[in-house]
């Protein structure tokens, strides 16, 4: 009995210093998260690219692991092959999408760009022929499964960063909203569960519990809300990122979209009859903040619980162990991703609209007289409508 009750505060020592750990190691993240934003669109697409490198490394290494003893050939160089296939694939696309006035005036740049997709598909090919040719006899099962397991982690890994980008360049506040959101519902999820948790959620987290989930959920939706209507304020924010051609830099400047302006809004007779108000005022984009919150803290999760059946699978306990604490890169960012695809398509079914800017970038790419057919096009048009000279009028 003695020696049971003196290891007591030695467990309970060694678990208050863990989560001493991880709180701090969680407050030097998120500020160093913030201070990257305020560096600008190129440090956080460095910073993307930089974790996605490190999360496909990780998973990479745990398959090289686990089947290391066979001594498959080129098995670790192809894999990171592919990666820079895909990667040229889906910066080239971006560069070709948002840069388009800079690629129209470097000559080599514009050869890459018209040819791009031909291009990425011959070097992706020939990767797939130097596996065919590495096929060792008696290992065809596994050599096969290990070609999956690459290209199934390029398409969690790098399809979703890739989307990450595209959602930065809808504006800043559609890439610091969805993640800070996550990392609230994570923080508030574990500290609901650590004072109020009893009932367990899901075998494949045994430490998730329902008071976590639930009290993580309600208190996302509040921060989301909150934070959308600070950011909101914000031009820096709120304007798609474009690239000025005659500056060589990023700009965030523009007339805020409706999204982003401030609108009154009449309540419900209910919620009229308990607050005593008819209306209130209203981002738009706080009511969208409410669905995106909705996402992080129900869907979301299920993120977090795929990585731990993938862990469980291989009897791991995390991804690597690069942040003391926490784990590896993709034990932070195993939810990130799904909540990246999320705001993507609800940007692309409930936000986007046509983007001059965007347009503007492709016509600059056309030929002088595919451009002078458009002007000429455009001008009839609006001329019918009389939008010429109402345009001088004003």
């Keep these: 009995d003695a020696s049971s009750t003196d290891k007591v505060p030695i467990s309970i020592l060694h678990r208050w210093k863990n989560y001493w750990i991880r709180g701090v190691l969680s407050l030097a993240m998120i500020s160093g998260f913030f201070l990257i934003i305020y560096m600008g669109p190129i440090a956080l697409i460095l910073v993307v690219m930089t974790v996605q490198i490190k999360c496909f490394q990780e998973i990479i290494t745990i398959g090289y692991r686990v089947y290391h003893s066979y ?15 895909v990667n040229y694939f889906f910066y080239g696309e971006t560069l070709a999408d948002y840069f388009g006035a800079l690629v129209q005036r470097e000559e080599p740049l ?17 990767g797939f022929c130097m596996f065919v040719l590495s096929l060792v006899k008696k290992h065809y099962r596994l050599q096969f499964y290990m070609f999956a397991w690459t290209h199934v982690t390029l398409l969690i890994v790098v399809t979703q960063s890739h989307l990450v980008i595209q959602n930065l360049f809808e504006g800043m506040i559609w890439f610091i909203v969805p993640i800070s959101i996550v990392i609230c519902n994570d923080i508030m999820a574990y500290l609901f569960g650590f ?49 000025n051609s005659e500056t060589n830099k990023f700009t965030v400047e523009c ?110 790419m056309l030929q002088p007289e595919q451009q002078l057919s458009i002007f000429h096009t455009l001008h009839s048009h609006l001329r019918e409508r009389d939008m010429l000279l109402r345009g001088l009028t004003l």
């Design 195 to 243: 004072f109020f948790g009893r009932t367990p959620l899901i075998k494949l987290s045994p430490k998730k519990t329902w008071e976590g989930f639930i009290g993580g959920f309600f208190s996302t939706v509040v921060f989301g809300f909150i934070l959308a209507y600070l950011l909101s304020q914000f031009q820096y924010c709120v304007c798609p990122v474009g690239f």
């Design 110 to 126: 514009q050869f890459l760009a018209r040819y791009h997709r031909f291009i990425s598909f011959a070097l992706y090919l020939a």
């Design 255 to 364: 007339e805020p979209p409706d999204i982003f302006v401030m609108q009154e809004y009449t309540l419900p007779a209910v919620l009229q009859n308990t607050l005593k108000w008819k209306t209130v005022n209203l981002y738009p984009f706080q009511i969208h903040s409410i669905f995106l919150s909705s996402f992080a803290s129900l869907i979301g999760p299920f993120g977090g619980f795929f990585a731990s059946g993938f862990k469980r699978a291989f009897k791991i306990k995390d991804f690597a162990d690069t942040i003391p604490g926490h784990g590896g890169i993709m034990d932070r960012f195993d939810c990130q991703y799904l909540m990246a695809t999320f705001t993507h398509v609800y940007i692309a079914s409930f936000i986007r609209g046509p983007n001059p800017s965007k347009v503007l970038q492709q016509l600059l």
């Design 71 to 85: 001594e498959l050939p080129w098995f670790r160089t192809l894999s990171w092959y592919f990666l820079i296939c």
